[in-house]
């Protein structure tokens, strides 16, 4: 009898295990707004990390975040680096890996608190119409195995999905009035 629940303890342990292998173990966010003002001066907006402080809205649920930055701001191998109490907020980095100027700006984001990953996030500007212009804003994640279970009771991409749009619209608000 002992035997017979020990198997049946195995097999419910093993049964996650299992099921991780048949989930996936990366995902993708885009978000876009219309802005009403030209591709030039939106990218030269949206290129400068230190902007994000004003839209992003990870940056924006601690007042007491702490921020330092090195290199120059707006070109490739700058890095802005944050650290909060906050577990939502956490401690990471983020570097401009790639510009191809008024049409992509390629990030990684390094976090290190509360979990360690690393992953890429871009930026596209495209002109639509004559002086709008379409900013898109992307993020690939993914979870390893067997933490991809977590798919299963999280949408990743619903709730990174609602910041990267939260944060376009701040984006637009703000370039809106200049």
Do not use: C
């Amino acid at each position: 009898m002992l035997k017979k629940i020990s198997i049946g303890i195995l097999v419910l342990l093993a049964i996650p295990f299992v099921a991780a292998l048949f989930i996936k173990t990366s995902y993708e966010v885009e978000r876009s707004v219309i802005i009403d003002k030209p591709v030039e001066q939106v990218f030269s907006y949206v290129k400068m990390l230190k902007n994000q402080n004003h839209y992003a809205t990870w940056g924006m649920k601690d007042p007491n975040i702490k921020r330092t930055y090195s290199g120059v701001d707006g070109t490739v191998g700058f890095i802005s680096k944050w650290s909060s109490e906050d577990p939502e907020v956490g401690v990471g980095e983020q570097e401009i890996k790639a510009i191809k100027p008024n049409k992509r700006i390629d990030f990684e984001l390094r976090f290190l608190k509360p979990f360690e990953a690393t992953e890429p996030a871009y930026m596209l500007t495209s002109s639509h119409g004559e002086n709008a212009t379409k900013v898109s804003w992307g993020f690939k994640g993914h979870l390893d195995y067997p933490m991809n279970l977590m798919f299963l009771f999280i949408d990743f991409e619903a709730q990174i999905g609602n910041d990267l749009q939260n944060g376009l619209d701040n984006l637009k608000n703000i370039l809106d009035k200049q």
